[in-house]
């Protein structure tokens, strides 16, 4: 490990430092000790839960125990992974600001409540890396002008140039604070609450492989790496994806694997595909990346009933790199990302789309462009609110059009990741929204667990509808081959009101034809439309909604879906 970490190390620091940094590292995981692996990268079992760790509050327990009864509980089976979004002490943005990195905030629990939930799944954390709470300690340092903190973050003079940087938000880049020392300007690239960190400065990293590794050792089988892209400055650039952060992913993964094999990095970019794949390196960076362009994609062919370009980008994915694989989403704790969209919907559909969003109680949060301009950059909506009509004007189709949007991410190459308020089929959070102020908080809704007892009580409730389907499409996903994470995809042109995927099996025993349909119109598909063949003949194996095939074809009613087992006729 050490000539790896050193030759990766020196595409930052100089050669003193890369010498202290190598020692002061594989000091850091003498004596850790290793966890136990379960023989394999990943499987078609494998689905992930989007959480915040308070999403639920019980009586006379913690928020985290009350997740872990849900999870156990209504959710019992679904899921084999939880996504815990930062439940640390933080100031702002439901847990992105960072105050206490080695901390459980009080409110949710403590370290033993995390560790007893990953006794029962697989837990992903969040590493929020770029940067950290204005209340951090080490930023208190650095506003009394004492070290280490004083030499900790980001900052600029305010006649720089800035210019080129690629912004994400529409906020000032720079914020002046008071320090002992006079007045600074520090790099904030999301607010001026999320001071950002400098990790030019050698001992900065340090501290994060130590973060890093303490939440190896305290459960995390996985770890998101939150905001990636921005972590390197350098002026001059663009000031994302530059050379420097991928070597810092790099080295986060040697870290990682000389403790836990089959422990799994999973970097979050919402930037267009071909930025977004560049994390996966050389097969030597991410083991798995969102699959950003997704979730608009998808919302846009549910609004406009035209698949059409949902499946020309689908049929365009790369084949990725082994033992790497997307994270399919189509609703999380963020809005919908716009920018992934870019260059494959139009000016024109882009705007449809955004306007559709906002018909539909939805809100827009906009970011920066380089002329000082403002661009939609976000849609904020509930998943299952969206769902509620399309450009033609809201209708009864709901659950079935919400329940298409779930059965295509299930279906999908990749491993599927629920928001948890999909599983609750929740609306838009009016009231949440209300009182934060933040168009964010319209997705985020917490509960109580009486309130979710209570809409699962009723099995006619669109709650209990969702989950029960949700329940049949995943309990069908993980006895099928073909669903594999790294399984052949094969995305078919079959008329702009349907999605179509092969899946095929790695060892090729079993083909999975999946077809959906988009609209609020019957569709008659004949079986050559499909890529089916008079040499194979089909057998549905799963469906919602009604699904009539015959040999000639296969009827779909609005919004139906069905998935098919193809086999060449000869061996029947």
């Not at 549905?540 to 098919?564: H, I, K, Q």
Request: hydrophobic content about 40%; charged content about 20%; proline content about 6%.
């Amino acid at each position: 490990m050490t000539e790896v970490l050193a030759g990766l190390l020196a595409n930052l620091y100089s050669p003193p430092d890369v010498a202290d940094l190598c020692a002061r590292i594989e000091h850091r995981l003498d004596g850790v000790p290793p966890r136990a692996t379960r023989g394999h990268c990943w499987s078609e079992s494998d689905v992930a839960m989007i959480a915040y760790a308070d999403a639920v509050q019980g009586e006379g327990q913690s928020p985290l125990k009350s997740l872990r009864g849900l999870v156990n509980g209504h959710f019992r089976g679904l899921v084999s992974h939880v996504h815990l979004l930062p439940f640390f002490p933080y100031t702002s943005d439901d847990g992105f600001a960072v105050s206490d990195y080695r901390a459980v905030d009080p409110v949710i629990g403590d370290w033993s409540d995390v560790m007893a939930l990953s006794e029962d799944v697989d837990l992903i954390f969040d590493l929020v890396i770029n940067h950290a709470s204005s209340e951090h300690p080490h930023f208190q340092e650095f506003l009394r002008d004492q070290p280490p903190g004083n030499a900790y973050f980001m900052t600029a003079s305010d006649t720089v140039d800035l210019s080129m940087v690629t912004r994400p938000r529409a906020s000032p880049l720079l914020q002046r604070f008071e320090t002992t020392g006079g007045n600074r300007w520090v790099w904030c690239t999301f607010s001026r609450d999320q001071v950002d960190w400098d990790f030019s400065n050698p001992d900065v990293l340090y501290e994060f492989v130590d973060v890093f590794v303490t939440y190896i050792e305290r459960g995390a089988s996985w770890m998101r790496i939150d905001a990636i892209a921005y972590l390197w400055k350098r002026l001059g650039t663009q000031c994302v994806h530059l050379p420097e952060t991928h070597s810092v992913v790099k080295i986060l993964r040697v870290v990682a694997e000389a403790i836990h094999p089959e422990f799994k990095i999973l970097t979050e970019t919402n930037v267009p595909l071909e930025e977004n794949l560049s994390y996966f390196g050389n097969g030597d960076e991410a083991h798995i990346v969102y699959n950003f362009s997704l979730p608009p994609l998808l919302l846009h062919a549910l609004l406009t009933e035209n698949g059409s370009d949902l499946t020309r980008w689908c049929a365009s994915l790369p084949r990725l790199p082994i033992g790497c694989t997307f994270l399919n989403f189509v609703a999380s704790h963020d809005g919908i990302g716009l920018r992934p969209a870019e260059g494959i919907l139009s000016p024109d559909q882009m705007e449809d789309l955004v306007g559709c969003v906002v018909e539909l109680g939805g809100r827009l949060t906009h970011r920066a462009t380089a002329d000082g301009s403002l661009s939609p950059y976000e849609a904020n909506i509930s998943l299952f609110d969206a769902c509620r009509g399309t450009i033609k004007g809201i209708d009864g189709w709901r659950v079935p059009r919400f329940l298409v949007s779930q059965g295509i991410m299930i279906a999908m190459a990749g491993v599927p990741a629920i928001y948890y308020n999909s599983l609750l089929a929740a609306p838009n959070d009016e009231y949440g929204l209300e009182q934060t102020g933040r168009n964010r908080s319209i997705n985020r809704r917490k509960w109580k667990a009486q309130e979710i007892d209570h809409q699962f009580a009723d099995p006619e409730s669109e709650p209990s509808q969702v989950l029960r389907a949700l329940r049949g499409m995943l309990l069908f996903r993980r006895a099928q081959p073909a669903f594999h994470p790294e399984a052949e995809q094969r995305c078919i042109a079959a008329g702009d009101e349907l999605f179509v995927l092969h899946r095929t099996s790695r060892c090729g025993r079993q083909v999975l034809l999946c077809i959906f349909n988009l609209t609020t119109s019957v569709i008659d598909v004949p079986w050559e439309r499909v890529g089916v063949s008079s040499e194979t003949r089909s057998a549905l194996r799963f469906s919602l909604g009604t699904v009539e095939d015959s040999s000639r074809g296969v009827s779909l009613d609005p919004y139906a879906m069905g998935w098919f087992a193809l086999e060449r006729a000869e061996s029947i």
